[in-house]
């Protein structure tokens, strides 16, 4: 090979291991800018979560107080003034505090962690509202000891406990209620209460005075109290109790969840006048909405929902006692064997204690729907003359535009006691029923009022939800539109990130 011939080799080697770095030095920055890209879009993410999760947690015009110790925390909560904004840094805490500074109504006193669910409080902590105006916003309290982890007291009124959880508390431990409402006008939203087994309530509403309270829980989700087999004591909520059951407390639940709630047969015990409990979610709990002391109830656009189909010897959807109650507009779909849908009870003869049963009268039952349940409606349940005094008093009232279907069990669909059809204790119109043939009286001596139709053509849409296939049928619920609410469509967005992450706080079945 002449020299000519070799340098033209290694002119083209050059070239070729120069393309070759060139090549691999594009490949690099390439990669280098995807990696770039993908971090930064990463940053955006987590950004916009932040974002999200901490959405209007300062508030505009707040005096921010930022705390990184706990005592810190308490100092700053002892001299609280109106508008102040006491931020606790994220870690796990223990300890009790008492919040007893007022603000105002267009100054309150807002408590808040860094960011929504990574301040964690555990242990014997107790958290006391003794004050007006006074946010709790965004706190993640689990796995503690204490029996009353969250106390709005007898002089808080205007005050919130907001986008926070309540998770594991002192189970296996002592009677424990995870909130205690007193005062007036406070205020219990976008919450999640799981895991209970202990006797007491995820929420109790106690009234020390016939005073109205006029508080509101709202967007919480109940989920999962377990039943201990040991009977009264274990209700998921309880308002008011029996020795002010004749005054009314004003109360409203709506938009909750409460999902595997078997404590007790009394899912939610009302024990005073003039409450409100709208377009809640009952999903596969072993208990009723019990209107059990007062009157003047209003239970309004719920749903009362199983797929579990475990038989029971509770009744699952409403029962009702007291004066001028009112149900309407309610789903049942698919309550299990032996549970009944609408339990209208018999009450004591007078005089009797405040803790018997007053009789049910003026009811108003109207459009509701009743799919596949094994027992529907009982006008005249629980008659005992063997009580002191006797259990014999009827229920009275009007019952209309009510739609049962139902092909499913053994039950009734509708049983009305003799009594209450010969004393005419009941008005009716405009009722249809359609599917099994178990009605009492028979079908042939229903009063009127009722129309039976063999076969009632029926579609589903929105969640497994029936409806009439024929518009023109004006009975049961007339919302089409209307959906029950789940678990993620109450919670705050920092509880669904967890929920998204598998978190067994938040999703699974504990038990």
């Not at 309530?201 to 016939?210: N, T």
């Not at 998921?236 to 059951?245: H, Q, W």
Request: proline residues 4%; charged residues 20%.
């Amino acid at each position: 090979m002449n020299y000519i011939a070799t340098f033209l080799i290694g002119i083209h080697i050059f070239r070729f291991k120069n393309m070759l770095l060139f090549i691999l030095v594009i490949n690099c920055q390439l990669s280098l800018a995807c990696k770039s890209e993908k971090s930064v879009n990463e940053i955006k993410g987590a950004q916009y979560s932040n974002a999200e999760i901490n959405k209007d947690l300062v508030p505009k015009d707040g005096n921010l107080k930022v705390c990184a110790t706990w005592s810190e925390f308490i100092i700053a909560v002892d001299a609280a003034e109106p508008g102040d904004v006491i931020q606790l840094k994220n870690g796990t805490y223990s300890g009790n505090v008492s919040f007893s500074r007022s603000g105002t109504e267009s100054k309150p006193i807002t408590i808040i962690p860094e960011s929504r669910g990574g301040v964690i409080i555990s242990g014997n902590s107790s958290w006391d509202i003794d004050a007006k105006y006074i946010t709790i916003d965004g706190f993640y309290f689990a796995r503690g000891t204490s029996t009353h982890p969250v106390n709005f007291s007898i002089s808080s009124s205007h005050s919130k406990f907001i986008n926070s959880a309540i998770i594991e508390w002192n189970l296996g431990g002592e009677d424990t209620r995870l909130i205690t409402v007193k005062g007036t006008h406070n205020e219990i939203g976008h919450c999640v209460l799981r895991k209970k087994n202990t006797a007491g309530m995820m929420i109790e509403v106690v009234r020390e005075s016939s005073k109205r309270n006029d508080h509101r829980i709202h967007h919480v989700y109940f989920g999962y109290f377990k039943d201990p087999g040991s009977g009264n004591g274990f209700e998921t909520v309880r308002i008011s109790t029996s020795g002010y059951s004749l005054s009314s407390s004003y109360t409203t639940l709506e938009s909750c969840v409460f999902e595997r709630c078997d404590g007790e047969a009394e899912i939610i015990s009302s024990k005073s006048g003039h409450n409100v409990y709208r377009n809640n979610t009952f999903l596969n709990s072993n208990g009723a909405l019990t209107l059990r002391h007062g009157h003047d109830g209003l239970v309004e656009g719920n749903f009362f929902i199983n797929t579990l189909g475990i038989p029971t010897d509770r009744c699952n959807g409403v029962r009702v006692i007291g004066e001028r109650q009112i149900v309407r507009n309610n789903y049942f779909l698919n309550l299990p064997s032996n549970s009944q849908a609408i339990q209208v009870e018999y009450g004591n003869e007078v005089p009797h204690k405040l803790t018997q049963y007053d009789q049910v009268k003026n009811v108003l039952i109207e459009n509701n729907t009743f799919y596949n349940c094994d027992k529907g409606v009982k006008l005249g349940a629980s008659r005992n003359p063997s009580q002191t005094p006797p259990k014999i008093l009827p229920p009275s009232g009007i019952f209309k535009n009510n739609l049962i279907i139902s092909s499913k069990g053994s039950g009734y669909s509708l049983e009305i006691e003799d009594e209450i059809i010969s004393d005419n204790l009941f008005s009716y119109s405009n009722n249809i029923i359609s599917g099994k043939d178990k009605v009492k009286p028979l079908k042939e001596k229903l009063p009127a009022g009722f129309q039976y139709m063999n076969a009632l053509t029926v579609i589903a849409k929105d969640n497994d939800l029936y409806w009439p296939a024929n518009n023109s049928i004006n009975v049961g619920v007339q919302k089409k539109d209307v959906k029950p609410f789940y678990q993620s469509d109450v919670v705050p967005y920092w509880i669904k990130l967890k929920m998204d992450a598998n978190d067994p706080d938040f999703v699974g079945i504990p038990w």
